[in-house]
């Protein structure tokens, strides 16, 4: 079982919608978890960071956690041409540990 | 200069070869890593320096020497690489072990 599961996708949304993207995790004690966007060709980019069972909201952008069901995702409302990349889902042991484990990534198409 | 900066962005070279990457950070980061990118797979942690410490080696081959020479900088010397070393080499670098990893530009690396 992979430790970080995401949907590679494609996953294609019209302009103005909700996409939603999903991961799930096999190491139940996971304490930390961040979305990270990257465009072809470029760098990871930090988008959400949530530690807390709930939703984190941060503009468009809402981080959902459920550890019980071991499934963190990612909504994007008023989708935008430009929220078009690959993200990448990544979770982390415990405070204190440095390793950071990462899904493959789900590729977002956003369809004016 | 602001962020976490990596060079060179591209570099070829044959299995005999050496070469360094380096990565510097602006950032007042105490934590750098390195991380391989490989096309259809996960991003996978190589090295982690903690106050310039190495605190992970994730049983990475002997064919790349990890240095830190202090906390903004790191390298990541190469040395007779094979083919399917060829990949995106990305360095990152936090605050410290519990906080979100910022990512550099990166190296694609291609051996002939």
């Known amino acids: 079982q992979k430790e970080v599961e995401q949907n590679s996708g494609p996953l294609s949304v019209p302009e103005g919608a909700i996409a939603s993207l999903n991961c799930t995790y096999s190491d139940r004690v996971s304490q930390s978890f961040f979305w990270y966007r990257q465009y072809s060709g470029k760098s990871p980019e930090l988008i959400m960071s949530i530690y807390s069972n709930g939703d984190k909201e941060d503009g468009r952008f809402t981080a959902q956690l459920n550890k019980a069901s071991q499934y963190v995702s990612l909504l994007i409302r008023d989708s935008q041409p430009s929220d078009s990349a690959t993200y990448l889902c990544?979770?982390?042991?415990?405070?204190?540990?440095?390793?950071?484990?990462f899904g493959t990534g789900t590729r977002l198409t956003i369809i004016p | 200069e602001t962020g976490v900066t990596q060079t060179p962005r591209h570099l070829v070279m044959g299995m005999t070869n050496k070469k360094s990457l380096k990565c510097e950070q602006h950032l007042g980061h105490n934590a750098m890593y390195w991380y391989k990118q490989s096309a259809k797979k996960p991003l996978e942690l190589m090295f982690v320096y903690n106050f310039k410490e190495q605190t992970e080696n994730n049983s990475v081959p002997s064919r790349f020497s990890p240095e830190c020479p202090n906390s903004s900088h790191l390298f990541l010397h190469l040395h007779t690489l094979q083919p399917e070393d060829s990949a995106l080499y990305l360095c990152?670098?936090?605050?410290?072990?519990?906080?979100?990893?910022?990512f550099g530009d990166g190296t694609r690396l291609s051996i002939l």
């Open positions: 990152a670098s936090s605050q410290d072990a519990d906080q979100p990893q910022h």
């Open positions: 990544a979770v982390k042991l415990n405070f204190g540990n440095e390793k950071l484990t």
